[in-house]
Nanobody
Framework: QVQLVESGGGSVQAGGSLRLSCAASGYIYSTNFMGWFRQGPGKEREGVAAIRTRGTATYYADSVKGRFTISQDNAKNMLYLQMNSLKPEDTAVYYC?????????????????????WGQGTQVTVSS
């Protein structure tokens, strides 16, 4: 089992920045990818960014490329999402997720079904 706990959400004005954190615990050695997903009001959950846990490969949704950066600190078992130039449409509950699958690539690396473990989510609200 892997436990994930997100933090860092909050309210910010458009153009501002936030950094989300995700603390991982448990049998984390079983995970091969970590990702951030979000679900806005009345919307389906969508993949935002993902990273290979043993390596440097990163993946981003087109909607956040150039604005969001995913990173990890394996020594601390932490995952991060730096969000810059935030827009009102970025308002959502953001979830951290972990996948055990080995060979994920675009687009499956940003699909919810590829991930087994999920955090409880943290709210991000961007006002105009």
């Amino acid at each position: 089992q892997v436990q994930l706990v997100e933090s860092g959400g909050g309210s910010v004005q458009a153009g501002g920045s936030l950094r989300l954190s995700c603390a991982a615990s448990g049998y984390i050695y079983s995970t091969n990818f970590m990702g951030w997903f979000r679900q806005g009001p009345g919307k389906e959950r969508e993949g935002v960014a993902a990273i290979r846990t043993r390596g440097t490969a990163t993946y981003y949704a087109d909607s956040v490329k150039g604005r969001f950066t995913i990173s990890q600190d394996n020594a601390k078992n932490m995952l991060y999402l730096q969000m810059n130039s935030l827009k009102p449409e970025d308002t959502a509950v953001y979830y951290c997720a972990a996948a055990e699958a080995w060979g994920l690539r675009s687009p499956t690396v940003l699909e919810s079904d590829s991930y087994r473990y999920w955090g409880q989510g943290t709210q991000v609200t961007v006002s105009s």
